[in-house]
């Protein structure tokens, strides 16, 4: 039989235009579809909000089609080139029919692949624009294992070059030196960019070439300490083995924390992510600072005082912020950090509508977890839900890498969303505690909570619509992924040089309720021993020996003025917090904090809450975008000042906890005894009147600091929570 080999010229015709018309076939079926079953990620607006941004929505969409095209073809045309060059060896059929099949399964078996290596190793990158019931990927999943996935690459790796090599041979033997050439050149190109596009770092095993000198230099007690700062958004404090939590979570943290100083009461004064980040960073009570939601004004970005990373840039220090989608803050409100690796503002609708539909977005998922991703598609690389857990730290011990060849002091914060909702985590973390008969729709992430409103309908049902143990247990494998990437990276920072010259302080924003108090989420409720409002704190610094646990009450505004103090800095005056180096050097020093605390934005009624309580519109009324052109969701104007109002507030000690919570009827006041009653069901308001008198002096002296409280006092100097109109309410009973 005589062999077919096709002119050069004709082949690469074939070739480009079979892929170019697969490359459209399924961009069209994917823009069918999401065009169909049109769905995007973020909050929902209101009808007119959404119709002005039609136009862009569009753009994003056309944008999205376009990269679905060119990932299409560039696959297609591999499967084509592949079909082509076995002609020649099994005498196969040229026309292009033949040719735009063989594209299309090209595409189909890589999308697969990929749709099965993620559903094993990172099943929230599927999951997260799925619509269907997870449940029933669990036959499919049960079938997966890295060998067997590691099995079929590599079969599939040994058929594609062995066809390859064969073809190729066929052309040369048959002095078809053009076209072998050409094969070649397209292999080495494909090569090339699956390479570079594989990993989302450069540099997964980083090693960095330290000199004598270099080491020498580093230990230098002279040069200013390093500072990097470890956070995970949404982290329990109790889950650390300092708090004899029942499963063993935390083995590096706990190692660090036999080294260093650990504060047991640590508080944030707003359980959520912007205001807390921003608090923390400014040291400064939210009412100072301004951020009060997660939505704050554009004007709010530029922050109106100092803060710790601007005091360290004019020390001569290199800041650098590393997050994924949780610590979008860390850029969008201006703390001046110089490098910052991390997405923009999250809470953007022009940003949400670049991610797409459901179900574009889920087939380029599939190809942005990567560099290219990054690189290209950041809003997908960046998507809420999907863990970056790996990256972040691969990243941060390549930046350590970095500092270890520099004279300049750094300051690295290092924020991710390993503990956040919906408790994704990479493989095997997801299924580490979850029982072998789980059959729910739980097995890999939280689910039916991808959007606020899903959050609101099932908060209102109670724990009974949560399934509230598996969730518990996938964020419990979140914790010891982000403590064992802890560990890798405290381990670089040896292998740098850098760790005698290093503090560490590992921190959290805010950690999280599952019903202990009656409420889910963080920020919603004051009420009991604040399951979200109490945060790890750890402070190693390595130039101290000494190490035990202050079971005093911090606060995570006292953060920035005690890296000051270590650093030898002075604070901002206009920081509220103060300096817990007292505590670090001598564990019987007396602090006699305070803590300040307020509720967040809610998204719906909290379960529990008083029947009168203040309240205002759901979040579809309350958001707006006042800039069209930046696109920046914000909370309307003419509620704001209703949003703060209507905040719980409290103050606290290591004993005591006053709660004041605003009524249509006035102010109620409960006072607690979380000694005896850590649950808070015993109000003591009325029969500890001195206790209650003393906490209720500081509450109302930061009420009345807070500018938009202020403007609603009859008599701001007796700042009470209340207008004319409305008394003095101790407890529920009075009402």
């Given at each position: 039989m005589m062999t077919l080999i096709l002119p050069l010229s004709l082949q690469i015709q074939l070739n480009l235009g079979s892929s170019a018309l697969v490359g459209v076939l399924i961009t069209s079926a994917l823009l069918y579809f999401s065009v169909r079953d049109h769905t995007r990620t973020g909050p929902r607006v209101k009808e007119t909000i959404a119709q002005h941004y039609r136009g862009y929505a569009l753009f994003a969409l056309a944008r999205l089609g376009t990269w679905s095209f060119a990932i299409a073809f560039f696959l297609a045309s591999a499967g084509t080139s592949l079909y082509l060059l076995a002609i020649p060896i099994w005498g196969l059929s040229d026309n292009f029919f033949a040719l735009v099949l063989s594209g299309v399964l090209s595409v189909g078996a890589v999308t697969a692949?990929?749709?099965t290596y993620y559903l094993l190793h990172i099943p929230s990158l599927v999951l997260s624009s799925a619509r269907f019931r997870f449940s029933r990927l669990t036959p499919v999943w049960k079938q997966l294992s890295p060998l067997r996935l590691r099995a079929f690459f590599w079969l599939s790796t040994l058929s594609i070059g062995g066809t390859s090599i064969a073809g190729l041979y066929q052309l040369l033997h048959h002095g078809h030196w053009g076209t072998a050439c050409f094969y070649c050149l397209q292999g080495g190109i494909y090569l090339y960019f699956l390479n570079w596009a594989r990993s989302s770092s450069s540099c997964q095993k980083v090693k960095s070439p330290i000199t004598t000198s270099q080491t020498s230099h580093n230990r230098d007690q002279d040069k200013p300490p390093n500072i990097l700062m470890i956070g995970a958004d949404t982290l329990r404090a109790d889950r650390l083995g300092a708090a004899d939590y029942v499963r063993n979570l935390s083995p590096n943290i706990d190692e660090l924390t036999e080294r260093s100083i650990s504060f047991s009461n640590c508080y944030t004064p707003l359980a959520r992510t912007a205001p807390s980040l921003a608090s923390l960073l400014t040291g400064t009570w939210p009412q100072t600072h301004g951020i009060r939601t997660n939505y704050p004004y554009p004007e709010q970005l530029k922050l109106p005082i100092d803060n710790l990373i601007s005091t360290l840039n004019e020390a001569g220090y290199t800041t650098t912020a590393i997050a994924d989608w949780a610590g979008a803050d860390l850029g969008k409100i201006d703390f001046g950090f110089q490098q910052r690796y991390l997405p923009k503002d999250q809470w953007n609708l022009k940003y949400l509508l670049r991610q797409g539909p459901a179900g574009i977005?889920?087939?380029?998922?599939?190809?942005?977890?990567?560099?290219?991703?990054?690189?290209?598609?950041?809003?997908?690389?960046?998507?809420?839900?999907?863990?970056?857990t790996k990256q972040l730290f691969s990243d941060t011990r390549e930046l350590l890498s970095e500092a270890a060849r520099s004279e300049t002091p750094f300051c690295i914060n290092l924020f991710t969303a390993t503990t956040h909702v919906p408790f994704g985590s990479n493989y095997p973390y997801y299924d580490l505690f979850t029982p072998r008969d789980y059959s729910g729709d739980s097995q890999f992430i939280m689910t039916k909570l991808a959007s606020p409103e899903e959050i609101i309908e099932k908060q209102e049902l109670g724990p009974e619509a949560f399934d509230v143990p598996q969730i518990l247990n996938l964020y419990d494998g979140c914790v010891v992924q982000f403590d064992d990437e802890i560990g890798k990276l405290l381990s670089h920072l040896e292998d740098c040089n850098l760790a005698d010259n290093t503090i560490v302080v590992i921190y959290s924003d805010h950690g999280a309720d599952f019903f202990?108090?009656?409420?889910?989420?963080?920020?919603?409720?004051l009420m009991g021993n604040d399951p979200s409002g109490r945060v790890p704190l750890i402070i190693h610094d390595p130039r101290?020996?000494?190490?035990?646990?202050?079971?005093?009450?911090?606060?995570?505004?006292?953060?920035?003025?005690t890296l000051l103090e270590l650093l030898a800095?002075?604070?901002?005056?206009?920081?509220?917090?103060?300096?817990?180096?007292?505590a670090m050097n001598d564990p019987r020093a007396q602090l006699s904090l305070f803590a300040y605390q307020e509720t967040g934005l809610w998204l719906g009624r909290v379960p529990g809450a008083?029947?009168?309580?203040?309240?205002y519109p759901n979040l579809l009324e309350l958001l707006d975008i006042p800039d069209k052109k930046s696109g920046m969701l914000c909370i309307k104007p003419e509620f704001y000042s209703r949003v703060v109002e209507a905040k719980d507030r409290s103050v606290r000690d290591e004993r005591w906890k006053l709660i004041a919570m605003p009524t249509e009827i006035g102010v109620i006041y409960r006072l607690y005894d979380l000694e005896k009653d850590p649950s808070c069901t015993e109000d003591l308001a009325t029969s500890k009147i001195e206790i209650f008198d003393k906490l209720k002096l500081k509450l109302d002296a930061l009420i009345a600091a807070d500018p938009i409280m202020r403007n609603t006092f009859i008599n701001p100097k007796k700042a009470s929570l209340l207008n004319s109109h409305h008394p003095i309410v101790k407890n529920v009973s009075d009402a």
């Amino acid at each position: 039989m005589m062999t077919l080999i096709l002119p050069l010229s004709l082949q690469i015709q074939l070739n480009l235009g079979s892929s170019a018309l697969v490359g459209v076939l399924i961009t069209s079926a994917l823009l069918y579809f999401s065009v169909r079953d049109h769905t995007r990620t973020g909050p929902r607006v209101k009808e007119t909000i959404a119709q002005h941004y039609r136009g862009y929505a569009l753009f994003a969409l056309a944008r999205l089609g376009t990269w679905s095209f060119a990932i299409a073809f560039f696959l297609a045309s591999a499967g084509t080139s592949l079909y082509l060059l076995a002609i020649p060896i099994w005498g196969l059929s040229d026309n292009f029919f033949a040719l735009v099949l063989s594209g299309v399964l090209s595409v189909g078996a890589v999308t697969a692949y990929l749709f099965t290596y993620y559903l094993l190793h990172i099943p929230s990158l599927v999951l997260s624009s799925a619509r269907f019931r997870f449940s029933r990927l669990t036959p499919v999943w049960k079938q997966l294992s890295p060998l067997r996935l590691r099995a079929f690459f590599w079969l599939s790796t040994l058929s594609i070059g062995g066809t390859s090599i064969a073809g190729l041979y066929q052309l040369l033997h048959h002095g078809h030196w053009g076209t072998a050439c050409f094969y070649c050149l397209q292999g080495g190109i494909y090569l090339y960019f699956l390479n570079w596009a594989r990993s989302s770092s450069s540099c997964q095993k980083v090693k960095s070439p330290i000199t004598t000198s270099q080491t020498s230099h580093n230990r230098d007690q002279d040069k200013p300490p390093n500072i990097l700062m470890i956070g995970a958004d949404t982290l329990r404090a109790d889950r650390l083995g300092a708090a004899d939590y029942v499963r063993n979570l935390s083995p590096n943290i706990d190692e660090l924390t036999e080294r260093s100083i650990s504060f047991s009461n640590c508080y944030t004064p707003l359980a959520r992510t912007a205001p807390s980040l921003a608090s923390l960073l400014t040291g400064t009570w939210p009412q100072t600072h301004g951020i009060r939601t997660n939505y704050p004004y554009p004007e709010q970005l530029k922050l109106p005082i100092d803060n710790l990373i601007s005091t360290l840039n004019e020390a001569g220090y290199t800041t650098t912020a590393i997050a994924d989608w949780a610590g979008a803050d860390l850029g969008k409100i201006d703390f001046g950090f110089q490098q910052r690796y991390l997405p923009k503002d999250q809470w953007n609708l022009k940003y949400l509508l670049r991610q797409g539909p459901a179900g574009i977005r889920l087939f380029l998922s599939l190809f942005c977890h990567n560099r290219f991703g990054k690189k290209y598609l950041p809003e997908l690389y960046y998507l809420a839900g999907i863990p970056l857990t790996k990256q972040l730290f691969s990243d941060t011990r390549e930046l350590l890498s970095e500092a270890a060849r520099s004279e300049t002091p750094f300051c690295i914060n290092l924020f991710t969303a390993t503990t956040h909702v919906p408790f994704g985590s990479n493989y095997p973390y997801y299924d580490l505690f979850t029982p072998r008969d789980y059959s729910g729709d739980s097995q890999f992430i939280m689910t039916k909570l991808a959007s606020p409103e899903e959050i609101i309908e099932k908060q209102e049902l109670g724990p009974e619509a949560f399934d509230v143990p598996q969730i518990l247990n996938l964020y419990d494998g979140c914790v010891v992924q982000f403590d064992d990437e802890i560990g890798k990276l405290l381990s670089h920072l040896e292998d740098c040089n850098l760790a005698d010259n290093t503090i560490v302080v590992i921190y959290s924003d805010h950690g999280a309720d599952f019903f202990e108090t009656g409420s889910w989420g963080q920020g919603n409720t004051l009420m009991g021993n604040d399951p979200s409002g109490r945060v790890p704190l750890i402070i190693h610094d390595p130039r101290q020996q000494q190490a035990h646990v202050v079971n005093q009450t911090v606060r995570t505004i006292d953060i920035a003025p005690t890296l000051l103090e270590l650093l030898a800095l002075p604070p901002s005056k206009t920081m509220d917090g103060r300096s817990l180096v007292a505590a670090m050097n001598d564990p019987r020093a007396q602090l006699s904090l305070f803590a300040y605390q307020e509720t967040g934005l809610w998204l719906g009624r909290v379960p529990g809450a008083h029947p009168q309580h203040l309240g205002y519109p759901n979040l579809l009324e309350l958001l707006d975008i006042p800039d069209k052109k930046s696109g920046m969701l914000c909370i309307k104007p003419e509620f704001y000042s209703r949003v703060v109002e209507a905040k719980d507030r409290s103050v606290r000690d290591e004993r005591w906890k006053l709660i004041a919570m605003p009524t249509e009827i006035g102010v109620i006041y409960r006072l607690y005894d979380l000694e005896k009653d850590p649950s808070c069901t015993e109000d003591l308001a009325t029969s500890k009147i001195e206790i209650f008198d003393k906490l209720k002096l500081k509450l109302d002296a930061l009420i009345a600091a807070d500018p938009i409280m202020r403007n609603t006092f009859i008599n701001p100097k007796k700042a009470s929570l209340l207008n004319s109109h409305h008394p003095i309410v101790k407890n529920v009973s009075d009402a």
